[in-house]
């Protein structure tokens, strides 16, 4: 009896464990599927069959003739035409093809090297965009060998993809300092002060406020934006942030509610960053292609494909922009050609914008003889005054649970993963860098005298040096392991006015080679002590008792204190674990003539009809900030320029 009573139970046990395991499976199945139908669409944007939105022609790949492959005007009579050809689908492309086809009488056409964002997941997890380096959604650039950064060649991860740098970025939120942008007008570049600005910041932003986690009074409030594409608002917060930031005001650096306003940004702050209302980053490609612009017959869009060249008419005095070739890669027998009837847009960032005006023939004639490319208009500034912002991090191991580290463990991580793909919510919707320091290194007490007597500033309100806190274990662009048993906070001093300035420069004329990159970092004596500087302050922080007492637990990058270090041992620390923070900028500077740069107040290249640049390198001087949202404005305001000049359009058609 007692056997069959056993046999019973065991048969039990059985049908539970079956019955378990298939309700398991039926629950992750929905998940899945849940996931799946709340993450991707039906239908990625862009049309990877470049042949349906241009013309093919014949290619013979002959390295250095460009006899044999030319483009000539009469080449273009019978190819597929657009209104406007904009050059890259990254941060400001999506901007303007969303605006400018609001116009149904015009066409657009995009051409972007990558394809949709929305097919990456870890660009629409916000936790998760340093998985995208160094894959199909990365340019994954480098520079040359930086000699004054222990010569060595450093990582520079660029978006390849709809969206660009904002579907790979950290998501900060950051408008910049109002005195930076006055004095881009004190140099005579009339329309870009603070207050001509600001409306296209407006315009831009769609801000979810949260009183909760940070109250925002009614000024500041009303700096903000709320019905436009582009979704801004607050990410989960780490408890290690509410200490960094409690530890710097301590330090001497205010907490500070908002520093997307006109009052500036010097204190302590808790970033805002673009997120969604459901969670997910909200790239300019998920904010400006929407489902009804993507249905709008005016505007095409062209993925998977690189453009190999601007076309030029150099019949005239004043050579004129026509249309672009394009190729899907180096060794394709194929070109495709479309022709631009009004202008084309140049909106392939800080990096690549400068290299295609090159491989076009428009730069320094000099380099262009160099490599056999035609010159089509000398521009010597092109692809010169490159400024990016160069960070130095430091670690500290701190008490466990109090920064995001078990995001990057496989099993931890699972948690979080599910709370955001089922609700959008939870420590998945961090953007790691949640939180910063901004002063002007003139004005800190500990300041050596030499900064102190050279403040490089554009203005009281403005700011040269950050201090950000990270809630993981950052170095090597987040690549570099570490034991996921622990909790890290990463402080790190970045430079954001520097003196330093470096080139993009042509491996070649072939134009898939990749451009060469000279940073120049830390090139001046006056860099070189501003992060010293700005390491020490990061040292000052971890030393104020309420860090001590709530999160300290050891140094683990430098592996001993850095107040025990000489200027010269930071200085060597510097100069091996320097990084990029992800910001170049300048490289085809706005200028009042050709003599100092390369486009004007309405963004035209100079000496060159039917030819603008929208980007990050048309900034005359280095932004205080990080420039996802200047990007943005720049690009809402290039298109407002674009729809008044068409109006008065007298050009060819």
């Not at 436009?228 to 330090?251: E, R």
Request: aromatic residues 8%.
């Amino acid at each position: 009896m007692f056997r069959n009573i056993r046999k019973n139970t065991d048969g039990r046990r059985l049908g539970l464990y079956i019955a378990g395991g298939a309700g398991a499976a039926y629950v992750s199945y929905k998940l899945v599927r849940y996931a799946v139908s709340a993450i991707f669409p039906g239908k990625f944007p862009g049309e990877p069959n470049t042949a349906l939105l241009a013309t093919p022609r014949p290619h013979v790949p002959l390295k250095g003739d460009f006899s044999v492959n030319e483009v000539k005007v009469e080449d273009l009579k019978d190819v597929t035409a657009y209104d406007y050809i904009i050059v890259g689908g990254g941060t400001a492309g999506c901007v303007l093809a969303a605006r400018l086809s609001e116009d149904p009488a015009m066409s657009v056409l995009v051409v972007e090297s990558g394809h949709s964002d929305l097919r990456q997941l870890f660009s629409r997890f916000p936790a998760g965009y340093t998985n995208l380096f160094k894959t199909a959604a990365d340019h994954d650039c480098a520079t040359a060998p930086e000699k004054e950064c222990a010569n060595r060649s450093m990582q520079w991860p660029q978006g390849k993809m709809l969206g660009g740098c904002s579907a790979i970025n950290a998501q900060i939120y950051n408008k910049g300092c109002p005195d930076d942008y006055d004095e881009w007008a004190a140099q005579g570049l009339e329309g870009w002060a603070y207050n001509d600005l600001e409306p296209y910041m407006k315009k831009a932003e769609c801000f979810t406020p949260n009183p909760a986690q940070q109250p925002l009074n009614d000024e500041d409030l009303r700096t903000h934006g709320t019905s436009g594409p582009w979704q801004t608002g607050y990410t989960y917060l780490s408890s290690i942030t509410n200490v960094f930031l409690d530890a710097a005001a301590q330090a001497g650096f205010p907490r500070i509610a908002d520093i997307n306003t006109s009052k500036g940004m010097n204190g302590g702050v808790r970033f805002q960053t673009f997120i969604s209302k459901n969670g997910q980053r909200s790239s300019t490609a998920v904010a400006y292609f929407t489902e009804d612009v993507l249905k709008r017959p005016n505007l095409s869009i062209a993925t998977g494909v690189n453009v190999t060249r601007i076309v030029f008419d150099t019949s005239s005095s004043t050579p004129r922009a026509i249309g672009v070739e394009m190729a899907s890669g180096a060794a394709s027998l194929v070109r495709y050609l479309a022709k631009a009837r009004r202008e084309v847009v140049l909106s392939a960032g800080a990096v690549h914008s400068p290299h295609i005006l090159k491989i076009s023939g428009v730069g320094p004639a000099a380099e262009l003889n160099a490599h056999n490319i035609p010159v089509v208009k000398d521009v010597p500034h092109v692809g010169h005054n490159l400024a990016d912002h160069l960070i130095v991090k430091v670690n500290t191991r701190v008490k466990p649970g109090m920064t995001v580290e078990h995001l990057a463990h496989p099993l931890k991580a699972l948690p979080s993963l599910l709370e955001w793909l089922r609700y959008g919510t939870g420590p998945g919707t961090t953007n790691t860098a949640e939180s910063a320091v901004f002063y002007r290194a003139s004005e800190h007490p500990t300041a050596p005298q030499s900064i102190k007597e050279n403040d490089l500033t554009s203005g009281p309100r403005s700011t040269d040096m950050e201090i950000l806190s990270c809630a993981a274990y950052y170095m090597g662009h987040g690549l570099t392991p570490n034991d996921l048993s622990l909790d890290y906070h990463s402080l790190g001093a970045i430079l954001l006015r520097p003196q330093s300035r470096g080139t993009i420069e042509l491996a070649g004329a072939d134009p898939f080679s990749k451009p060469v990159i000279r940073a120049n970092y830390l090139s001046t004596e006056h860099d070189r002590n501003m992060l010293v500087h700005g390491v020490r302050v990061c040292q000052e922080i971890v030393q104020i008792p309420t860090y001590q007492k709530d999160a300290f637990v050891q140094w683990e990058m430098p592996e001993r204190a850095i107040s025990d270090m000489s200027d010269d041992e930071v200085l060597a620390y510097v100069r091996k674990e320097s990084e990029t923070i992800y910001h170049p900028m300048c490289t085809a500077r706005m200028s009042k003539d050709q003599e100092d740069g390369v486009v004007d107040n309405r963004l035209k290249v100079h000496g060159v009809e039917g030819l603008r640049v929208v980007d990050a390198s048309i900034f005359p001087t280095p932004l205080a900030c990080h420039p996802c949202a200047p990007v943005v404005m720049v690009a809402e305001k290039a298109a407002d320029l674009i729809k008044e000049d068409n109006r008065n359009y007298q050009g060819p058609i």
